[in-house]
């Protein structure tokens, strides 16, 4: 068999294999037809709002004109980012966004795995499935309610903690609203209440998922409930730990608008410790109504978060690979 004979052997080959390949694929893409139609809306929702918005990365170095378009605009780079970077509350802000999330990450963490401990001991089930709504609930308050709840509590002529619980201590009422060093302590607190609900149903679920020999065999050994904690539901669960921490971390440059805003109820007294870069730059759109600047300011969010959670996963790779995200 000649050169260009055995070319021509190979071709027919090749677009055998496609054809059968096209084949196998059609047949297995039927075989699933409906879990694909499933997915559609989630498919069309996750596009439209996640991956459309991105074309507006242009308009963080451009200089929007209403006028001329959204997008027409004349280039500036990177001008609009000098707005986070060279105003004077850039430290403030950018100190108080790290801070409060590296607090939020931990405490949030502490306090849903200890939830989740205390509730897969509950033996009841209806008592169980009762306790998950409860601790779920305050994730699915709206913020704007969360902020009316904090203010019923610290209100100073009406709130329950100058009314009931300072009075009962012999302490005199406070102005929690134009009291700045009181926050730092308030907010994770608020956080831990909101938050914790949702990561502890994560981490109930985890646990569920142990298998009980484990757990029956450390019994027989005489191992107490702490060390059963400590050496099997914790280690057994910790990529589920490291998953829900590497995606937190991804967003330490992001904060809880809500919290940040509207349970401090937009207190100018407050600034000092509950301005963080999204309330920062919505008030900045507020009174400036630069859209550039915002943009720019999201641009810097998504980037340093990136950059957080690829170094993250990397040292958790390093570390143990399991552990790791991808």
Sequence with gaps: MNTAEALKQRRKESRTDSKAGLASMLKACSKYQVLYLMMVPGLIYFIINNYLPMFGIVIAFKEV?????LFAGEWVGFKNFEYLFLTEDAWIITRNTILYNSAFIVLNLVAALATAIILNEVKNKVLKRSYQSFVLLPHLISSVMIGYLVYAFLNME?????????????LEGISWYSEPKYWPYILPLVSIWKQAGYLCVVYLASIIGIDKEYYEAATIDGATKWQQIRSITIPLITPVIMIMTLLQIGRIFYSDFGLFYQVPLNSGALLDTTNVIDTYVFRALINLGDVAMSSAAG??????????????NFITRKINKDNALF
Excluded: E
């Design 158 to 170: 009406t709130g329950f903690v100058n009314k009931t619980i300072l009075p009962w201590l012999g």
């Design 299 to 312: 641009v810097y969010q998504s980037l340093v978060g990136f950059v957080l959670v690829i170094t993250a």
């Design 65 to 69: 004109n209403f006028a001329k378009g």
